[in-house]
């Protein structure tokens, strides 16, 4: 798009309307038939008709066209699918007025310009008409389709010569970046039975409420002291219980994004610039965005894994986790050797995981794999359809598996995995 930009600044396009055209034809019949018939008069008629298209094509050629435009995105960030108005602050820059224009916004997706819309003429600048007439307001709506970080701008504008015999096309202004943050879902609370913080202790949110002994207490896990053993709670369990607000006095949790291009068996380097290079990473992203402010609105500290080099922010500020996952990319080389390392704590667990993965690769499998003892929860959304066999092999691991289907509401996958951790405690 920043060629085409450049490509259109650097030349300005005229060319002669249909009522041009006709008195252009008009004009070069009439001269050889004035020559056949002797007639002058109508030489002269048909040289007329030939000279007008000539000098309004020239007119609008070499008129002074020059304008300042500014852009105000409200609100500044978007979301896919969201609409943000664009205020435009339309200003002359020559010190003659300008005629009446029909302008276009450019925008780096289908139809790749706004609707036309008109701006009225506007006087010269200088200090007589400072503030009186030479600038003009005018706002519009976008909806964009894609997230990232887009040029929105050039102007394009449009006019004809007073009568209407050619137009021309010229560029106005600079583009202006919009970013588009991936679609966030608001998830609903005491779904997922996993960790928040509350003061120094820390207690678990559950959908199923099962008395104070249940929030307060977790199952006893070699080197456990004895001393930490919750007696009534084991009793009502049928199994050893520990007070688990006396191991843990942070609530953790950490979501991994599979970031490789190999993983995403749809990703096509050759898509059009206004289609996504990966509809199954375009899910991924979302539903990492989502759950990752949904834990840190929870009292998590989040930390923000991924497969590939890093690209995101840390989610200590949000709107910077957001802005970065508006550019996150898929990568490629090899993957990381260091995923999950030095989470191992033998003094407390850490927290809980969840992995947005597609078809992942060996290693990647292997080292979550290897790290599932260190979690309380580990759950795995799958976003690829070939997830059969990457599910057994994580569910055998002790995971919670949910496969998404394209398409798939962000609030019904965050149900399922409610739904799969209940029935994974029925099974005990």
Known sequence: MSRLWRRRRSSRTARLTRRGVTLLVLGAVAIPIAYWIGRRE???????????????????????????????FSPRVVGVGHPTIVHLEIANLTTSPTMEVTWRDTVPWRPFSTLPARLGALRPRGPRFAGRGNGAR??????????????????????????????????????????????????????VSIAADEGPTRML???????????????????????????????????????????????????????????YRDADGLHAVDEP????????????????LHLNRSGFLVRVIETGPSQVAPLERPDE???????????????????????????RSQGSLFAILSDADRHTVDRLIAQRHSFDLAVAILVTP?????????????WICIPVMPGEPVESVWLAVGAAQEASRARG
Request: charge should be negative; avoid cysteine.
């Open 277 to 292: 290079e990966s509809e199954s990473f375009e899910s991924a992203v979302s539903l990492f965005a989502s759950i990752g």
């Open 138 to 191: 005018m706002r519009y709506e976008l909806v964009p389709p894609l997230r990232g970080a887009f040029e929105i701008g050039p102007m394009l504008v449009d006019f004809v010569d007073p009568f209407g015999l050619a137009t021309g096309a010229a560029v106005a202004g600079e583009p202006q970046t919009l970013i588009v943050t991936p679609d966030v879902v608001a998830l609903p609370d005491n779904v």
């Open 386 to 398: 070939r997830h059969v066999a990457l599910a057994d092999t994580l569910r055998d691991a002790g």
């Open 321 to 347: 986790f957001l802005e970065s996952l508006a550019v996150v990319a898929l990568t490629d080389g090899a993957p990381s050797l260091t995923l999950l390392s030095g989470v191992e704590r033998p003094d």
């Open 205 to 263: 949110q559950r959908r199923a409420l099962g008395g104070e002994d249940d929030l307060m207490t977790r199952e006893y896990r070699r080197g456990d002291a004895l001393r930490r053993v919750h007696w009534r709670a084991s009793a009502h369990h049928g199994e050893l219980m520990v007070r688990q607000e006396e191991q843990r006095s942070h609530a953790e949790a950490r979501i991994v994004l599979d970031t490789r291009r190999a993983s």
């Open 42 to 72: 109508l030489l002269y008629l048909g040289s007329f008709l030939m000279l007008l298209p000539l000098v309004a094509l020239a007119f609008v050629r070499w008129r002074r066209l020059r304008m300042s435009v500014r852009r105000v």
